[in-house]
């Protein structure tokens, strides 16, 4: 497996295993509350570390699409970056919860790489892995992106 350089790679110089280090972000209370204001979503777990204790976390929960967009925009902001056109799917699976404060860290594994409709452009298939400050896994999933050659 190689970690990919610093750089926009297409399609063509890629393969199976290569990975991206999406680096970290730590999850604020300013984030939740942003997310909460945009979506709507002000389930109790999310707004208040009492109500999260009730519901038996330890804190404050991040909303779980709140973590995977923080994840989509890590990627889209690695040093290593493919030559993307468009996310086409997400299959995404939440392990534990994310609390306030929480540091978050993502690796991107191209699993397959599939031909796509276009002869300049594929489809990557991306193992997404995401893990707290302590190591443990918190997120995982696949992401079908189009890439350009």
Not at 29 to 39: C, H, L, N
Not at 77 to 89: T, V
Not at 90 to 103: C, I, N
Not at 127 to 147: A, E, F, P, T
């Amino acid at each position: 497996m190689r970690l990919l350089p610093p750089g926009h790679h297409g399609a063509a110089t890629l393969k199976r295993g290569d990975r991206i280090d999406c680096g970290t972000m730590t999850v604020t209370a300013e984030m939740i509350d942003a997310f909460a204001d945009m979506t709507g979503d002000r389930f109790e777990i999310h707004m208040s570390g009492e109500a999260a204790r009730r519901h038996g976390f330890d804190a404050r929960v991040a909303h779980g699409l709140l973590v995977l967009s923080l994840i989509d925009g890590l990627k889209n902001q690695a040093p290593a970056q493919f030559r993307a056109r468009a996310s086409l799917d997400w299959h995404w699976s939440f392990h534990r919860p994310v609390f306030e404060g929480d540091q978050i860290a993502a690796i991107v594994t191209i699993a397959e790489i599939e031909r796509a409709r276009q002869e300049d452009q594929a489809v990557l298939v991306l193992d997404v892995d995401v893990s707290n400050q302590h190591g443990r896994k918190v997120q995982s999933g696949i992401n079908r992106l189009l890439v350009y050659h």
